[in-house]
C-alpha cells in the first residue's frame, strides 16, 4: 500500500474516536450524524437490486458500512489503516453474512477490476490526500458506468470559519508580507486543527467532471465551531447557536454555498 500521497495526523488511527463519532451528543457528533443520514437517504431512493455492491471507500472503523449493512446491502469496505479494517471486521463482519470484506488499501490504488461497484460512498477521504485528481479518476475506474458516488469535502469557504474577521485579516496581511504563492505553500491557510485539505466546492465539481462524473446534486452540513482569532474561544453553547445560526443561509441563492463539509451525489458518465 502507497502512502507517499496521504497526510499523516494524530487522530488518523484513533480507533476510539472515529468509532464513536456518530454516537457523541455534541456538535461534533451531530455534524457527521447529518452527513451520515443524507447519504443513507440517498442509497435509499436509488432502490438497488439485491446483487448490487457498495464501496466504502475509507471504511474506517465500519460504522457507517455497519449502517448500509443493516438496510440490506452487500458492502465492501477499503481503508488505508490496518488497525481500522481489523476493528471493522471484528466488528461487523458476524454481524451480517451479506458483508464481503474490509480491506486495506489505498484509494489512488484500489485493488478491484474496472467496473466493479454500483455505488460508491467515500467520506472525509480527500481532506487527507494532497490533491484529489488520481483518487478520483480511480473511484471513477471501478465504478460501472451510470454508477453514483456520494463523496464529501471540508468547504475551503465555510461562512463560519469566514466570520473570524481577525484571522481573515491576519491571513491577508500574510498575503501582503509573502505572496499569495509563498501561503499556499506554507500550508492551509484555514488553521484547521487537522490540517485537513479543504476545497471550494465549485472546484471539486470540476475536478469529479474531469475525473469523468456529472454531479447530480449536492447538500452541506455544519462543521466547525465559529472561531475568533482561529480559535475557539467562545462558550461551547454560543459558539454552537451561532455557527448553526449562519448555517441557514448556505445554501441561499446568490450567497452561494458555505456550509461545512459538503456532500455531492454525482453519477459516473457512461462511455
Not at 196 to 215: M, Q
Not at 256 to 265: A, E, L, N, P
Request: aromatic share 12%.
Amino acid at each position: 500500500m502507497k502512502l507517499q500521497s496521504i497526510r499523516q495526523f494524530s487522530n488518523q488511527d484513533n480507533i476510539e474516536y472515529w468509532d464513536n463519532i456518530y454516537d457523541q451528543p455534541d456538535f461534533n457528533g451531530e455534524c457527521y450524524r447529518q452527513r451520515m443520514g443524507i447519504v443513507l437517504s440517498w442509497l435509499e431512493s436509488m432502490r438497488l437490486s439485491e446483487n448490487s455492491i457498495i464501496l466504502d471507500a475509507g471504511s474506517g472503523t465500519g460504522r457507517f458500512a455497519y449502517e448500509v449493512i443493516n438496510r440490506g446491502y452487500k458492502v465492501v469496505g477499503i481503508d488505508y489503516s490496518h488497525s481500522m479494517t481489523v476493528k471493522a471486521s471484528r466488528s461487523y463482519i458476524p454481524m451480517s453474512k451479506q458483508n464481503e470484506a474490509f480491506l486495506q488499501g489505498d484509494v489512488e490504488t484500489l485493488p478491484f477490476q474496472n467496473s466493479t461497484f454500483e455505488v460508491i460512498v467515500c467520506l472525509g477521504v480527500v481532506a487527507y490526500l494532497k490533491t484529489e485528481g488520481k483518487a478520483l479518476r480511480e473511484l471513477a475506474r471501478v465504478l460501472k458506468p451510470n454508477g453514483v458516488i456520494a463523496i464529501s469535502i471540508v468547504n475551503k469557504a465555510r461562512l463560519a470559519n469566514r466570520l473570524d474577521l481577525p484571522f481573515l485579516l491576519s491571513i491577508l496581511i500574510k498575503r501582503v508580507k509573502y505572496g499569495i504563492t509563498a501561503i499556499w505553500k506554507r500550508g492551509n491557510e484555514n488553521n484547521d486543527s487537522d490540517s485537513l485539505t479543504t476545497f471550494l466546492i465549485p472546484k471539486f465539481i470540476n475536478s469529479l467532471e474531469l475525473a469523468g462524473f456529472t454531479v447530480q446534486e449536492y447538500q452541506t452540513v455544519p462543521w466547525k465551531l465559529l472561531t475568533f482569532f482561529g480559535m475557539e474561544i467562545l462558550p461551547k453553547k454560543i459558539a454552537e447557536k451561532i455557527t448553526l445560526f449562519f448555517e441557514q443561509f448556505s445554501n441561499i441563492p446568490m450567497v452561494g454555498s458555505f456550509g461545512g463539509m459538503c456532500i455531492i451525489r454525482a453519477e459516473k458518465i457512461s462511455n
